[in-house]
């Protein structure tokens, strides 16, 4: 058992690239653009640390040129939303059993991945997967959700430092707990950002989530379940679906371990 009482990093905003002409931020771009438009690629969902394929495939394509085709998402049924949640409380007891600062540790990884190698992919797919421009795509995609999760993490030792006054010879504390269940977290098409920051801010906390991301934004969510798993995030704690809403929240809303939703549409 630790025996440290941590300070974690202190949060910064993650400084914005200019991409003028002839930087290294701006060729690395060009050529991540370039090699994603020239493949086509099949997105599975990801439950429980596994590949989910279906007989649904769907398309994907650019949303500023109709006729080029960046690649192919396996649609669900209500039993992956079930599959997705029983892979989500399996994995609750080990993850909530973790230190918080390893769970800290695995965003923090996150944040780095995001501003250092895995920049020019996640700035790519959201400008070919939701037709930003460069610095729509940089601000959203790289620099904002590097300080969500730099600055989610100074927010949560805040929350933990924050105890009750004590009397003489009595010792007040307060410990904070996830919540006895799961989290859906619902994201949006628009913002890179905030698709990636629903599920990641309730999983460091400790909780487990099922994320289903707008079908708009598939391809850069994409992206970000890879950044989690390289980051070091364990199987089960955020899974991915891709399901009707209506079919999704049905499910969700009747299920006895649904304790919470995080939503922006």
Known sequence: MSQGIYRVPRAYNEPVKDYATGSKEKTELKSMINKLRNEVIEIPMFIGGKDVRTGDKREIYLPHDK??????????????????????????????????????????KAADLISGPYRAKIN????LGQSKNVY?????????????????????????????VSSQGVWNRVEQRPLEGFVYA??????TSIAGNLPAAPALMGNVVVWKPAERQIYSANVLMEIFREAGLPDGVINMIFVDGAEGGKVMSRHPDFVG???TG
């Open 67 to 108: 006729n080029h085709l960046l690649g192919y998402y396996f649609y669900g049924t209500s039993e992956h939303v079930h599959s997705a949640i029983d892979s989500a409380l399996n994995a609750r007891s080990s993850w909530q059993e973790i230190s918080w600062e390893q769970r800290a540790s695995v965003f923090l």
């Open 136 to 164: 729509q795509a940089e601000i959203d995609a790289a620099c904002e959700m590097a300080d969500f999760f730099r600055f989610n993490v100074q927010f949560m030792s805040d929350i933990y430092n924050e105890q009750p």
């Open 261 to 263: 939703v995080h939503f």
């Open 124 to 127: 790519a797919a959201t400008m």
């Open 186 to 191: 619902i994201t949006p098409f628009n913002f």
